[in-house]
């Protein structure tokens, strides 16, 4: 079973920034469409950002121009770089494949990260 670990989160006033990391356990990491997911309390789970193994990245609007996703295959490491941070991106943060509920697949911890004043 591939896993993925999440860290980086953290309490940051607005306008501030994180990075957030994800380590992964498998070898094929670079052929794995990857993505970056966030869910707020009392909402659902949401894509943020996804990233093909050769680069080619998608965001919801919400994000678009604030945060960059990234990867480093060769250390099978995911990245979600956030700037401009708003209260409304207070969630916790996961990591996991892209479609990963329609293929069913198991979640981790996630990170937490929250925007406060």
């Excluded at 121009?65 to 995911?78: E, H, L, S, W």
Aim: some cysteine.
């Amino acid at each position: 079973q591939v896993q993925f670990v999440e860290s980086g989160g953290g309490l940051v006033h607005p306008g501030g920034s994180l990075k957030l990391s994800c380590a992964a356990s498998t070898t094929f990491f670079r052929l794995v469409k990857m993505a970056w997911y966030r869910q707020a309390p009392g909402k659902q789970r949401e894509l943020v950002a996804s990233i093909t193994g050769d680069g080619t990245t998608t965001y919801t609007d919400s994000v678009k121009g604030r945060f960059t996703i990234g990867r480093d295959n060769a250390k099978k490491t995911m990245y979600l770089q956030m700037n401009s941070l708003k209260f409304e991106d207070t969630a916790v943060y996961y990591c996991n494949t892209d479609r990963a509920d329609q293929l069913g697949r198991s979640w981790g911890q996630g990170t937490q990260v929250t925007v406060s004043s």
